[in-house]
């Protein structure tokens, strides 16, 4: 059960909903109809909706990511960035890609949740949010 009126989505997350050979596959269809049963709010970023887009277009179909275009996309709330948050996302990278592999678009995902989100539970398999120190349901 999602502990929140609100959620952060993860490209990672929006992957698993639509890939059918993905091992997360029911499980983010699960947190999917929760959302939507509960009318829980779901936050991300352009970032993350380009990332997911891609990854759709060069793992699964091209199809797949117009199909997240047209019905993930509109349903988002999608925060934006601004010159203080990427400012900050690259300290954050800087930190974290020393000791792991880390993509910047997470380091922006953490910049959004820990200070405009207030620390929202994020929908994600990534386990790089979970080293972070974020709430993850996955």
Partial sequence: MIPSDRVFCDTGFFFASLAGTDRHYDRAGELLEECRAESIRMFSTWEVVSETVTLLTYRLHPQ???????????????????????????????????SRRFSFCDAISFVIVTTLLDNIPCLSFDEDFKALGLTVIG
Avoid: G
């Avoid at 199909?67 to 996302?89: C, G, N, Y």
């Fill in 64 to 98: 797949a990511a117009v199909e997240f275009l047209d019905t993930m996309k509109p349903v988002l709330s999608l925060v934006p960035i601004t010159d203080e948050i990427l400012a900050e996302a690259d300290q954050v990278f800087r930190r974290q890609v020393r």
